[in-house]
């Protein structure tokens, strides 16, 4: 029944903007944060001020990224991706704004995307701004860090590992071009989006006909304030989420159900 209806809504609005969150991974073996409550299930990811104030955050979070990135960087898209990806192939989607940082929905062919919170296949230097991929960091720290390849742990949301270890030892390579601290080209907690990027989905926002959410809780304030935006231009807003979100009472239509199934009817 749901699906229908669910059919119906893309069907009747020929511009969507599509917000995606960390539900659309899961099936890709990504795990996502939280649970049907919208509880987060583990301790928070670091935060912007942990990582950049402390030398130990840095190796805790260097180690558990080289441990989790070797199948985090292999992750495939599943149908959910690719549904979205052939909604945009017949121009219906003004714009894929997705919070996750795993790029699948680039790999599934989406063009028409915006990573809000960064893309965790790219290292960053905060020093010069000089970046590299994130296979050619994994390279370096390998180097440095040899013995560390022998360990594994559960993968968690952010690219790396459920791995506890007394860190001391692991070394964090700085940047070659000037010694700075490297990082993830990603938003952290804690640590805003840029004004350029918001600014540019909202333009995106104001084209659209609808909006619908597919796969996330909308805890995080950075997503869920498009939808508040979605709601002050008055446009009707689907989602397709497994649990509570932040903005049910927003909703125009709710589909509890996989991202992938529910959206099997687009493929």
Known sequence: MHSRALKDFVDSHPRLFVLTGAGCST?????????SDGNWKRTRPVTIQAFLGD??????YWARSMVGWRRFGRAMPNGAHRALAELEAQGRCELLL???VDRLH????SRKVIDLHGRLDVVRCLG???TMP????QDELARWNP???ALDAADAPDGDADLEHDFASFVVPACAACGGVLKPDVVFFGENVARDTVASAQAHLEQADAMLVVGSSLMVYSGFRFVRMAEQRGLPIAAVNLGRTRADELLT?????????ALAFLL
């Open 128 to 130: 010069c701004a000089a």
């Open 27 to 35: 099936n890709s073996g990504i795990p996502d944060y939280r649970d």
């Open 98 to 100: 997705t919070q996750n």
């Open 147 to 149: 013995a560390w390849l």
């Open 55 to 60: 030398a130990a955050t840095r190796q805790r």
């Open 106 to 109: 680039q790999a599934a062919g």
């Open 134 to 137: 994130r296979d050619e960091f």
């Open 253 to 261: 239509l709710k589909v509890e159900d996989q991202c992938e199934t």
